[in-house]
């Protein structure tokens, strides 16, 4: 069926404020603070009108993609019996939110989960959360105990007919990623388990690179020092910041959310730095680091702490780029004598405003030369 579009409309998304990502867990890695995020987004948006029975189609084929990682399913029975009857009776139901993928034309569920997983449920006639069929319960007596091949067909016709309204937006500036959409599904998705920022760029930049963080985060070396995995993939991203401070520290602008949204939307298929460029540089790095400090690395007391994480990561990984660290009993000697130090500890342990320019920018070039050196 043909979709109706309504007009279109240009909008800006300014002066965002929310909170910089809580990296780890208070067991084992300390969080950022809270900062304002000054940028503007050009932002297009229409309004487009599905039947319903188009809509569950495109779920099904996957032109409507529901992120795997949005909140789980929350509604019972009878909240997901209610929302087809009330389709079914031609009430007004809420609209849904949608970002179109400009690579693909993929339409990227922002908001709205819960209604489609239920259309999709109704349509296939199993309530997944129970595995048992999906009969109406709780709705009025016509529609008690139907499932969606025994309602009648003029209510059948009439649930596949009935409109979705959607609002699709794309961002247009700038124009290099998706980072606007970011902020859209963090701040629309408010209710339930809200999700941290590893999972919502997990979500909006599935790919290559996605599909690579994941691999490198089992690294045997990296899993011994960070711990169990993280449900709140902070691990995940944990090894984004160091790519992304390896590659563009001198580019960095806070805050650190926006920086790492900007080059993992960047590199989502890899088209910057290769694969085998990311996989080698941060294997070799922190496989060299464990063989020194083992699984203390990173740890000035007892959390992991993410600003010595990633000058000493970075740090490190520039005296690779010389060729094989030899003198691993050297290196642990450094990386004592640069914890001692009150000018690193300044711009890692006693500072609150840790994602600062310039503070990142002091912190990777004390690491650089206390490890440029070592044999």
Partial sequence: MNITETSSENYVLDNITEEENKVGTSENVEEYEEENIPFKYSITSYGADYPVDSIVKRLENGSIYIPSLQRRY?????????FIESLLIGLPVPGIFLSKEKETGKLLVID??????????FYSSIFQPSGK?????????????????????????????????????????????????????????????????????????HGEFNDLLKQMNDHPAWRDVYGKSDKNMRDEEMILRF??????????????????????GKN?????????????????????????????????????????????????????????????????????????????????INTARTSEEGIIKERIKLATEAFAEIE
């Fill in 74 to 82: 929350v509604w019972k029975l009878e909240q997901a019996s209610r």
């Fill in 112 to 121: 709205g989960q819960q209604r489609l997983r239920t259309l999709q449920y």
């Fill in 133 to 205: 069929k999906f009969a109406l319960k709780d709705v009025q007596e016509q529609f008690q105990g139907c499932t969606y091949d025994s309602l009648e067909e003029d209510d059948r016709r009439r649930l596949d007919d009935s409109i979705i309204h959607a609002t699709v937006v794309t961002q247009d500036e700038p124009s290099e990623d998706d980072s606007s959409i970011y902020h859209i599904f963090k701040r629309l998705n408010t209710g339930g388990t809200t999700l941290k920022a590893q999972e919502i760029r997990s979500s909006i930049y």
């Fill in 243 to 264: 790519i992304a401070l390896y590659f563009q520290s001198d580019d960095y602008k806070k805050p650190m959310t926006e920086f790492l949204n900007k080059f993992m």
């Fill in 268 to 348: 989502r298929h890899l088209q910057i730095y290769s694969g085998e460029q990311i996989k080698n540089k941060f294997e070799l790095t922190i496989q060299t680091i464990y063989n020194a400090l083992g699984n203390k690395a990173f740890k000035p007391k007892r959390s992991l702490n993410a600003a010595v994480f990633d000058a000493v990561m970075v740090g490190i990984a520039r005296r690779l780029d010389q060729g094989s660290v030899k003198d691993v009993t050297a290196l642990a000697s450094q990386y004592q004598s640069l914890l001692a130090k009150d000018d690193f500890q300044a711009v890692t």
